[in-house]
């Protein structure tokens, strides 16, 4: 699991989550492979695309709710 996702974008990460969480969602999945490679330098690489699917996917729900 440590190398699945690893240089990945995060943001692209987030907002697969937070459209699949907007959308309410019943079964949400993240793709790793229709995410971009991640660009960033020392402050952005080796971050967790899984907890950023989870974030953007709990703010999707969040947005749908307060609409």
């Known amino acids: 699991m440590h190398e699945h996702g690893r240089h990945k974008c ?3 990460a ?3 989550g937070y459209e699949q969480g907007f959308q309410l969602s019943e079964n949400p999945r993240l793709v790793i ?3 971009g ?3 960033a330098h ?3 690489r080796h971050k967790s695309v899984h907890q950023a699917f989870a974030l953007g ?9 307060n609409q």
């Open 33 to 35: 492979d229709d995410l």
């Open 57 to 65: 996917y709990s703010h999707g729900i969040r947005d749908f709710i």
């Open 14 to 16: 987030y907002n697969q």
């Open 42 to 44: 020392l402050d952005g």
């Open 37 to 39: 490679d991640s660009q």
């Open 10 to 12: 995060c943001l692209c």
